[in-house]
């Protein structure tokens, strides 16, 4: 019998998240700082938010004067896609202590959530727990250093940086795609929704990105084989 | 400067229930298998449109970088290196694109 994986495999497995993170951090706190935003303002984004497209934006809508309970919905809206990926990682666990399941949750973002849920076989708490720790701590720091000694590195080091999220992005999907072609389908399929619903310019943009999300998920289930999936539960 | 307290908590909040609710409701009952499907499908789709949307929404100055980047991090992958390797290749392509040569 196979061993569940436990707290160490959660650190191990977070590493290359931490190695995404820091640098994405790095590029927050530093634009937190050129934003104005304070060194305690800009660690509690990161502490008490821990979601990086939603920190971004926050900070993008603050420098277009968007007032503030505008920006709250605006998160809201953005972070709908987290009601997907709580409720698909619900099915996945195992026996949890309902205690836990705060904690699980407050870790639960785009790239924690996409390294369990390609993880084979139930996970639990420690597992998740290794897994979410690391990237927050990695979040957190790389925050600080970006606003404390971002301004020092040179420009052309500070936009790298920032392609690291895309690249961790494709990282994850690559070697789905290489076990399963519905998975390339998949994720161009949602690709060009967006750029469909974004042109057209229906919803804002955080909701064209969960509409296009929704819709391909959705046509998946009427178009894909039964192969995905089921097997990965 | 000003504080962005109230911002921050109100984020918090926000950003906080879509990731708590489906734990606590969902986590008892079994689910249909369409729904199950459709909730298995959800990573591969978001990744996707992510990935898009990152591409579609880079300043323009940055686009060349960010598919240069994109497109190493696929070739690394997919010739079995490891995220991390992927990741670190990916941002010194981009340097290399952006670099003021």
């Given at each position: 019998m196979r061993?569940?994986?436990?707290?160490?495999?959660?650190l191990?497995d977070?590493i290359?998240?931490?190695?995404?993170?820091?640098?994405?951090?790095?590029?927050?706190?530093?634009?937190?700082?050129?934003t104005?935003?304070?060194?305690?303002d800009?660690?509690?984004?990161?502490?008490?938010?821990?979601?990086g497209?939603?920190?971004?934006?926050?900070?993008?809508?603050?420098?277009?004067?968007?007032?503030i309970?505008?920006i709250?919905l605006?998160?809201?809206l953005?972070?709908l896609?987290?009601?997907?990926m709580?409720?698909?990682?619900?099915?996945r666990l195992?026996?949890?202590?309902?205690s836990l399941?705060p904690?699980i949750?407050?870790?639960v973002?785009?790239?924690t959530f996409?390294?369990?849920s390609?993880?084979?076989?139930k996970?639990?708490a420690?597992?998740?727990?290794g897994?979410?720790?690391?990237?927050?701590?990695?979040?957190?720091?790389?925050?600080?250093?970006?606003?404390?000694?971002?301004?020092?590195l040179?420009?052309?080091?500070?936009?790298?940086l920032?392609v690291?999220?895309y690249?961790?992005?494709?990282?994850?999907?690559?070697?789905?795609?290489?076990?399963?072609?519905?998975?390339?389908?998949?994720?161009?399929?949602?690709?060009?929704?967006?750029?469909?619903?974004d042109?057209?310019?229906v919803?804002s943009s955080?909701?064209?990105?969960?509409?296009?999300?929704?819709?391909?998920?959705a046509?998946?289930?009427?178009?894909l084989k039964?192969?995905?999936g089921?097997?990965?539960? | 400067?000003?504080t962005?307290?109230?911002?921050?908590?109100?984020?918090?909040i926000v950003?906080?229930?879509?990731?708590?609710?489906p734990?606590?409701?969902?986590s008892?009952?079994?689910?249909?298998s369409?729904v199950?499907?459709?909730?298995?499908?959800?990573p591969?789709?978001?990744?996707?449109?992510?990935?898009?949307?990152?591409?579609a929404?880079?300043a323009s100055g940055?686009?060349?970088?960010?598919?240069?980047?994109?497109?190493?991090a696929?070739?690394?992958?997919f010739?079995?290196?490891g995220?991390?390797?992927?990741?670190?290749?990916?941002?010194v392509?981009a340097?290399f694109?952006?670099a003021?040569?």
């Amino acid at each position: 019998m196979r061993q569940e994986p436990g707290l160490r495999d959660g650190l191990v497995d977070g590493i290359p998240l931490v190695v995404g993170f820091f640098p994405v951090a790095m590029a927050f706190g530093l634009m937190a700082k050129t934003t104005d935003v304070s060194l305690v303002d800009t660690c509690l984004f990161s502490l008490a938010v821990f979601a990086g497209a939603s920190q971004f934006m926050a900070l993008d809508l603050i420098k277009a004067g968007i007032a503030i309970p505008d920006i709250i919905l605006a998160t809201f809206l953005l972070n709908l896609r987290h009601l997907m990926m709580s409720a698909s990682l619900a099915l996945r666990l195992k026996e949890v202590k309902k205690s836990l399941l705060p904690l699980i949750a407050f870790g639960v973002t785009d790239e924690t959530f996409s390294v369990a849920s390609l993880k084979s076989g139930k996970i639990g708490a420690p597992y998740l727990l290794g897994l979410n720790g690391i990237a927050y701590g990695a979040w957190a720091g790389g925050t600080v250093a970006g606003y404390l000694v971002g301004k020092v590195l040179p420009m052309a080091v500070q936009n790298s940086l920032g392609v690291g999220l895309y690249a961790l992005f494709m990282a994850i999907l690559v070697p789905e795609m290489k076990k399963d072609n519905g998975v390339l389908l998949l994720a161009a399929l949602s690709g060009l929704v967006y750029l469909l619903i974004d042109r057209v310019a229906v919803f804002s943009s955080g909701w064209s990105l969960i509409a296009a999300i929704i819709a391909a998920a959705a046509m998946g289930v009427l178009v894909l084989k039964d192969t995905l999936g089921e097997g990965q539960g | 400067m000003t504080t962005y307290l109230p911002l921050i908590i109100g984020m918090m909040i926000v950003t906080y229930l879509p990731r708590l609710l489906p734990l606590i409701i969902l986590s008892k009952h079994p689910l249909p298998s369409p729904v199950r499907r459709f909730l298995c499908y959800i990573p591969y789709a978001a990744l996707g449109a992510l990935i898009v949307r990152g591409v579609a929404q880079s300043a323009s100055g940055m686009t060349p970088a960010t598919l240069v980047g994109i497109a190493v991090a696929a070739l690394f992958t997919f010739l079995g290196g490891g995220l991390v390797v992927s990741v670190m290749a990916s941002i010194v392509a981009a340097y290399f694109v952006l670099a003021p040569w």
